[in-house]
């Protein structure tokens, strides 16, 4: 067990302030850097801060449901959509030091609270473990679908990292729908998503 605990707070450690690395190329690799006004470049960065920040959350939230997880099928499932984000981390925290930026303030915040979540949706039981992780991933898709509305027209490198991301986060969601996942009550739809406009707000700006 102690080293069980070494070993998760080793994640920790490593998403909060570690450089993280990508198994596959970074989709803006292959896109030359456009030109944009200094208020494009703060809207880009912040949008990509909030992206980044919600990668960390991932972290979090599927280190716990993965600990918590009942069946091997399920906790697996978590494992390969956590090695994943492992990626979009990779991108957006490249993206914002392009952009001239660092990443959110409040990172270790909503990582712990996204930890606790985790392992509290893992102790409910698989299917709403699963549950858990398909509403997040579509809210996450729809989320990533406003900022491709959002960001300047001509950032074709942001907007080339989050269109994947998208794509990887609705791949995720239909995987835990495969594996039984429960759809979670209104409530606490709604709940999910006030949280992330909080995150959201104070991400985008710091």
Request: net charge negative; aromatic share 4%; hydrophobic share 40%.
């Amino acid at each position: 067990m102690l080293d069980k605990l070494i070993i998760e707070f080793d994640k920790g450690l490593r998403t909060l302030a570690a450089p993280a690395i990508s198994g596959r190329p970074h989709p803006d690799a292959h896109i030359e850097e456009s030109e944009m006004g200094d208020a494009e470049r703060r809207h880009a960065l912040g949008l990509m801060r909030v992206n980044h920040c919600g990668e960390v959350c991932a972290q979090a939230l599927y280190q716990g449901q993965a600990l918590t997880a009942r069946s091997d099928a399920a906790r697996e499932a978590l494992k390969g959509a956590a090695q994943e984000e492992v990626e979009h981390l990779a991108w957006t925290e490249a993206r914002i030091r392009e952009l001239g930026g660092r990443p959110s303030v409040f990172n270790p915040l909503w990582y712990a609270g996204s930890l606790a979540i985790g392992v509290g949706a893992g102790l409910l039981g698989d299917k709403w473990n699963l549950g858990f992780l398909e509403e997040t991933e579509h809210q996450v898709g729809a989320h990533l679908d406003s900022h491709l509305t959002s960001l300047p027209a001509q950032d074709a490198r942001s907007r080339a990292i989050v269109g994947q991301m998208r794509d990887d986060e609705l791949k995720h969601a239909d995987m835990a729908h495969e594996l039984g996942a429960a759809r979670l009550p209104l409530p606490v739809r709604a709940l999910m998503k006030l949280s992330s406009r909080v995150m959201t707000g104070a991400s985008y700006r710091a």
